[in-house]
């Protein structure tokens, strides 16, 4: 399958021809689809606090006692999709094709002036005009003004304040000061980019970091970490041989966020919390951001201080007959079941009831905000069968989930809450040991997509999401927060909305 030529090919890339034959018989054989129990909802699955119970989840997070904290932004790639319409639009333009009001260019022109990116100096006054819309798309895409289509999302201006203008990892800088200060005043951050976009975010950091440490009396400790390009995976043509390029190379691909899971496992520290680069809003709306993630916080540290108080229970067991050890497991099991949606299969054993209970407990913990589903219903959380006969609380992508199957369109249909990447993790155990991640990822819940290089078909084959597949056998809780937590940009336009103003 692979010459001399592909096999050096493969090994410079830090990879290996094992590995690459795996990934191209992933792509004869597929990816089996997930086994729904049904979808997590306030009834079974979503954990929704009254007001007193936040307060405690908050109250509880302050007093705990944390071995290091960290913030975790998935930064890489450039903000092409962000500007996808507005590309489009100028290419009309260029034609001398007409737009009407509703085209994605004309409402950026008409509203440049609310845009934090805007100055008069290079977009002058607001016109009516095919030439303005098209001036004005130029320079917010192109090196005559602000190259905007070609730099990572970080680095764009959201936000405009009296007397400051802020990029997206600005704001998280911001955010990181409030509630993932550690006791010394430190915040750590880990932003995983791009390398060629290095430059840009040690640029945006050295704008604001003296005068934000200055402001909120921190210490900002940040690293820039990259996609390993070990973690790219092979892509194949349509008839599932490897793809070449026109000088005969295999083509290789970045596999997604779950290659994600190498930068997180490589974090030292004990809590990590994980946020999107673009989910960021207008400072005015900290106070109900920080409150609530100080509520995923608290719910995480609660839930880590009752599994470590079982295994230690576990640990004080000499006898697994004993009359207090099948009590403690009977107490394990009623939790489990409560708390986290995981139900055992049956075993008689005493031995290997306390074995699976204490492998159930020991692993790395993750406390996931959930949001109403206020539009149409897609992939979330849900409960699942597991492989080895128990069932687990998933975060799960519509493609994930059989479409041929009734039954689990009709969950689909009816799952109340969506996912809007808002997590919390605990990647220590009782011993105070860091887990090894990678040993916890469901390497059958990958994705295969349909994409083209220079106008040839190809399928691309993405490692399981980071927040999907890679986090499989944790522990996993979902909390409801509010809607107003979630403000991604996802097109340009995203930033007209009051969140963002």
């Known amino acids: 399958m692979f010459s001399q030529e592909d096999i050096k090919q493969i090994k410079d890339r830090g990879s ?5 034959q795996q990934q191209v018989e992933r792509f004869k054989k597929g990816f089996p689809w997930m086994k729904i129990v049904g979808a997590a909802t306030p009834q079974r699955g979503i954990v929704v606090l009254d007001e007193a119970q936040a307060d405690a989840a908050v109250a509880y997070y302050e007093q705990a006692s944390i071995d290091g904290k960290c913030k975790f932004v998935p930064a890489s790639g450039a903000a092409s999709r962000m500007f996808k319409d507005i590309f489009s639009g100028l290419d009309k333009l260029e034609k001398g094709e007409d737009l009407d009001e509703k085209a994605a260019v004309s409402r950026l022109a008409a509203a440049i002036k609310s845009f934090a990116f805007y100055t008069p100096e290079m977009f002058g006054e607001p016109q009516d005009t095919a030439e303005y819309r098209k001036d004005v798309a130029r320079k ?3 090196d005559e003004g602000l190259g905007y289509g070609s ?3 970080g680095v764009i201006r959201f936000h405009r304040y009296p007397a400051e203008c802020r990029t997206a990892f600005a704001e998280h800088l911001v955010e990181a000061q409030d509630y993932m200060r550690n006791a010394d005043g430190t915040a750590n951050l880990v932003v995983t980019i791009s390398p060629e976009h290095r430059p840009l975010f040690e640029a945006a950091l050295e704008e604001v970091k003296a005068e934000y440490e200055a402001r909120y009396g921190v210490k900002y400790h940040v690293a820039f970490t990259y996609q390993d390009k070990a973690t790219d995976t092979v892509a194949v043509d349509p008839k599932n041989h490897p793809f070449r390029t026109e000088d005969d190379r295999l083509l290789f691909r970045p596999a997604g966020h779950g290659a994600l899971i190498y930068n997180l496992n490589q974090v030292p520290q004990e809590i990590v919390s994980i946020k999107n680069i673009d989910n960021v809003s207008n400072e005015r709306m900290l106070p109900v951001t920080a409150r609530y993630k100080k509520v995923l916080l608290g719910k995480c540290l609660e839930l880590r201080d009752k599994l470590f108080g079982f295994l ?3 640990d004080a067991e000499t006898d697994p007959s004993s009359a207090s050890c099948r009590q403690l497991c009977d107490k394990v099991e009623s939790f489990l079941d409560r708390e986290l949606c995981i139900q055992l299969p049956l075993t008689t054993d005493p031995a290997a009831r306390v074995a699976l209970l204490r492998s159930k407990l020991d692993r790395p913990i993750r406390v996931c905000g959930m949001v109403k589903n206020e539009g149409e219903p897609g992939g979330g959380p849900f409960i699942i069968a597991g492989k080895d006969g128990s069932s687990n609380l998933q975060i799960l992508e519509s493609v994930q989930i059989n479409p041929e199957d009734a039954r689990s369109k009709d969950i689909l249909a009816h ?3 969506f996912n809007p990447v808002d997590l919390v993790c605990c990647l220590k155990n009782y011993k105070g040991e860091k887990f090894d991640l990678l040993k916890y990822v469901d390497e059958d819940a990958g994705f295969i997509s349909s994409k083209s290089y220079q106008g040839r078909e190809l399928k691309a084959l993405e490692l399981p ?17 509010p809607l107003e937590t979630f403000n991604p940009v996802k097109v340009v336009l995203d930033l007209l909305r009051p969140a963002h103003q």
């Open 16 to 20: 290996d021809v094992k590995t690459v």
């Open 140 to 142: 917010v895409l192109t």
């Open 151 to 153: 730099k990572p999302k």
């Open 312 to 314: 230690r229970a576990f």
């Open 415 to 417: 799952a109340t809450h």
């Open 465 to 481: 999401g980071l927040w999907n597949g890679s986090m499989s056998d944790w522990n996993t809780m979902f909390v409801e927060v």
